[in-house]
């Protein structure tokens, strides 16, 4: 018999290599350099000194002051005061300790970055001056009541320089404390480009202090722009998680990103003369009134402008989101609950400055504020109008109200007062009140639907405004239940296009990252239900599709 030919073909799937972009929250666009790009490499053969590679170990007893760059065999005691492009800096051991400041310039470029690269277990016990260009500052150990100062020194020349997974600790000390990573330009020097990524400070300054004591967890100040703060947690800190530029000149265009921060003294963000600042997908809680500070979780000053609070979830202060002085401040797409009255309160019961608020606004020239869910608040949101400008307030739930704690001052929805022809120019459309549907708006209370409409607000596309329950998922979450009346009953609010014209990014997703599509009607609220809109797969970073490798086999 003729030996038979078999050809048996077979396909093996190959997945191509999975490349995971690093994630920006919503909104906000990308650095110069991706905040987790790899460090470099250490050599593998560190015995003897190698040009440009500083080995540092202060706690080796064979470490010396008198080697040019240090290695194993024989590390530098010291950092070194200037680094050349290219340069890379590993320091080991510690406690250094020698000086109070030490002074890092770097001479770096884009294609030859300097870095410093803490190994585990270094302890630093001195503050930090970093200057110069292009300079990668990663995974340090600070403490002692000691922090980093990114900034000008000498008249040099300071941008691109990034710090990040550091660990920054103070003693809680009301003396002693310092901002944990600040970073500013000077006149002629304009500083462009920072990054703090993935750090936690804690116990800068007394954050249980009756004193005000104003160390930051983040600060800027003048002369800088491209500032991105990214994935922090900060928390237990004398003044704010972060504070923008007081006294700013020439400072904008700042991304606070997925942050965490909680139990400061003062504010989570606290933005003062800043322009084009973007608070997008970050966490923020447990904030008190302190003597220098009513309690706000997020607060806005100084008439800066292009204000954004994007996607924030925001529970356990005095009042969520407070703007005393801005223009064209966006509020969309945050989940408010759990505003406390202040002990202290003693305005009326229509007063407009009330505290336990989810969002308040006064001297502020236009606002637009648009699905935000709000419960658990005396007041879900409070605007005294001024004159000449628009109040824009779409696609909101305002459920769950409670009574002021000390003063038993009532719950309201929605509390518009001030200017009459802002107030009756004021765009109500497509919200959901519930518990209890109460609105005081230009000296009058509407408690109904039909009164509401009647006065004008809420009668785009037939009285668009619900009382109803939203029928939330579950009791621990605010997402909509496939039964709430609030699927599908949204409008897109403007500052969706705006956002895009100005910064080139959508904002389009909700909270938990379900996409908005101009395709369906939205939802009402922070969060889109995904019966009504369609997850973005791009955010999970999901591989190509296999290709298909064709193999035959002859006997």
């Known amino acids: 018999m003729n030996s038979l030919s078999k050809y048996i073909s077979c396909y093996l799937l190959t997945f191509p290599a999975i490349s995971f972009a690093f994630e920006y929250p919503l909104g906000i666009p990308e650095a110069w350099i991706s905040p987790d790009v790899s460090a470099p490499t250490p050599p593998s053969d560190w015995t003897s000194e190698i040009t440009d590679m500083y080995y540092i170990d202060a706690s080796d007893a064979s470490c010396s002051t008198k080697v040019t760059y240090g290695s194993e065999s024989e590390p530098r005691c ?4 200037s680094m050349a492009a290219g340069s890379y800096v590993e320091i080991h051991g510690g406690p250094y300790e020698y000086t109070s400041t030490i002074y890092l310039k770097s001479e770096g470029t884009e294609s030859e970055p300097v870095w410093v690269v803490g190994a585990e277990g ?6 930090l001056v970093l200057y110069g260009t292009y300079l990668y500052v990663d995974n340090l150990n600070i403490s002692g009541d000691k922090g980093i100062s990114a900034r000008p020194y000498r008249d040099l020349q300071t941008d691109h320089i990034m710090v990040r997974n550091t660990i920054i600790t103070g003693t809680g000390s009301l003396a002693n404390g310092t901002t944990g990573i600040a970073a500013k330009g000077s006149s002629g020097l304009q500083f462009e480009g920072f990054i703090a990524y993935n750090n936690t400070i804690s116990y800068m300054g007394d954050s249980e202090s009756e004193t005000e004591n104003d160390r930051h967890a983040l600060q800027t100040g003048s002369y800088i722009n491209n500032v991105w703060h990214l994935y922090n947690t900060t928390h237990h800190n004398g003044g704010d998680g972060v504070q923008y530029s007081h006294g700013g000149v020439d400072a904008h265009h700042f991304y606070y990103g997925g942050n965490t921060s909680y139990s400061e003294r003062e504010n989570c963000v606290d933005i003062k003369q800043a322009d084009d600042v973007i608070i997008s997908s970050n966490t923020c809680y447990d904030i008190e009134t302190s003597s220098s500070s009513p309690g706000e979780c997020m607060v806005v000053h ?12 925001i529970s356990e202060c005095i009042t969520g989101i407070k703007s005393t002085g801005a223009f064209d401040v966006h509020i969309t797409g945050n989940n408010i609950h759990g505003m406390k009255e202040s002990a202290s309160e003693t305005h009326s019961d229509i007063s407009s400055y009330q505290t336990g608020v989810g969002i308040t606004a006064y001297n502020t020239g236009n606002i637009y504020i648009s699905n935000n869910t709000i419960t658990d608040a005396v007041r879900g949101i409070a605007y005294e109008a001024v004159s000449g400008y628009e109040a824009d307030i779409k696609s909101n ?7 002021g704690a000390y003063t038993g001052n009532s719950q309201y929805a929605i509390m518009l007062k001030g200017d009459d022809t802002t107030v009756d120019n004021s765009d109500i ?10 609105l005081h708006i230009d000296g009058k209370t509407y408690t109904d639907l039909t009164s509401l409409v009647s006065a004008g607000k ?10 109803t329950d939203p029928s939330f998922l579950d009791d621990k979450s605010y997402s909509l239940s496939s039964s709430s009346a609030a699927i599908d009953r949204g409008s897109k609010a403007s500052s969706y296009a705006i956002y895009e014209n100005l910064y080139g990014e959508s904002i389009t997703s909700d909270i938990l990252g379900y996409v908005r599509t101009d395709a369906t009607i939205w939802d009402i609220g922070a ?4 019966t009504g809109g369609q997850s973005d797969s791009s955010l999970y970073n999901l591989p190509d599709a296999p290709e298909i490798l064709s193999i035959d086999i002859t006997n």
């Open 458 to 467: 809420c009668n785009d596309n037939g009285g668009s405004c619900l009382d």
């Open 122 to 127: 270094n302890s630093i016990k001195m503050s």
């Open 527 to 530: 969060y889109e239900s995904s």
């Open 302 to 313: 100084y008439d800066p402008s292009r204000i954004w609070f994007i996607n924030n979830d």
């Open 429 to 438: 459309e497509n919200n959901l009140f519930y518990n209890p549907m109460r």
């Open 397 to 403: 739930i305002i459920a769950n109200l409670h009574d």
């Open 78 to 81: 010291r950092f070194p005061s």
